[in-house]
């Protein structure tokens, strides 16, 4: 994929966002709860939380859409309350939901944006064109984009969002609902813009675009950051390793439990299939002693790993939440 239009960095500062105590209430729920948030500029920062913890509202403060009911910001030094202009010159928000019109082709999309954001109508086609070919949309250009796939649409409506290349790129859940083959390209297109000087902060509640994409992670829950690292900072934190057993029985897993919390000093998680159970470790060398006496009290074992924690296990850690589970709405309206 060609790589899109690069922006200029000329005395920038080295951090894209920084965020201290943000809050955001509606009625009496405080969606944003006392963010601090620091994202370094040309980098891909992982926002994770299940739905309901504040991920979407607080890119909508960050992104001059909501006033906040306490603390600050700055973008690229700009400050969040007074210089919203300036702010807005500089980023662009993708949504979760397509903001296109399906009416249009693609190409007639792009032109009409290129148009709104200033450019003459030979260069907005230009611009168009040049977006359409990276995004690999060029044989549907001539198409309305209510037939294009989900993938597509996905495509077309981040190309939207960069007519004008912004340094600084919300993505709200850019690929939810795509199927594997559409979520690669989207990926790498973020990692075409992140090359060509953009930062993009990303929300997400797939823990492997998060460990594929983003150089930073924080988790929020809540309306609260719970913790934030690297993805193998945040993976050691949990433990450093995940035993996870399959039973042959499940009317020995509650025996199992006991057996291995007694064994292992860790707490066991039970999985929804009634014959599987995990626990994060910090000693390795427990695991031989904790399965022999599995055996010697006649609980089968049909299977069993032992390996470092994964991203869902930190993430389900943390918040209590599986990645995909649904929680309470950020606004309480939706």
């Not at 993505?171 to 000087?197: C, H, K």
Request: proline residues 2%; negative net charge; glycine residues 10%.
């Amino acid at each position: 994929m060609s790589r899109v239009r690069g922006v200029s960095l000329e005395a920038a500062p080295d951090w894209a966002i920084e965020a201290k105590g943000l809050v955001k209430i509606f009625g009496k729920h405080r969606a944003v709860d006392g963010v601090d948030l620091t994202v370094r500029r040309g980098t891909v920062f992982g926002f994770l939380g299940p739905n309901g913890a504040g991920k979407t509202t607080t890119i909508r403060l960050l992104a001059t859409l909501l006033k906040p009911d306490g603390g600050s910001a700055r973008i690229f030094g700009h400050d969040l309350s007074k210089e919203g202009d300036e702010i807005r010159s500089r980023i662009s928000l993708t949504g979760q939901y397509a903001s296109i019109d399906e009416d249009l082709t693609g190409m007639e999309n792009l032109v009409m944006m290129g148009r709104l954001m200033g450019y003459g109508r030979a260069a907005a086609k230009a611009r168009a064109a040049e977006l359409l070919k990276a995004f690999g949309l060029q044989e549907a250009a001539k198409r309305q984009v209510k037939n294009y796939s989900g993938g597509m649409r996905r495509r077309i409506d981040i190309a939207a969002s960069i007519v004008v290349t912004p340094e600084l790129l919300f993505l709200d859940e850019p690929t939810a609902g795509l199927d594997p083959r559409s979520r690669n390209q989207v990926w790498d297109i973020i990692r075409a813009l992140v090359g060509s000087g953009t930062t993009v902060l990303l929300t997400t509640q797939y823990l492997e675009e998060a460990d594929q994409l983003a150089d930073r992670i924080a988790v929020i829950n809540q309306g609260k950051i719970i913790a934030e690292g690297t993805s193998s900072e945040l993976k050691a934190s949990v433990g450093t390793g995940t035993l996870s057993l399959q039973l042959v029985n499940a009317e020995d897993r509650p025996r199992a439990v006991n057996i291995l919390e007694d064994k292992l000093s860790a707490a066991v998680r039970l999985m929804l299939d009634s014959t599987s159970l995990t626990a994060q470790i910090n000693d390795s060398f427990l695991v031989a002693d904790a399965l022999s006496e599995l055996a010697r009290n006649k609980i089968a074992v049909s299977d069993f790993s032992f390996g470092r924690p994964s991203l869902d296990e930190v993430f389900l850690t943390l918040t209590g939440h599986e990645a995909a589970q649904e929680a309470q709405s950020e606004e309480g309206v939706s």
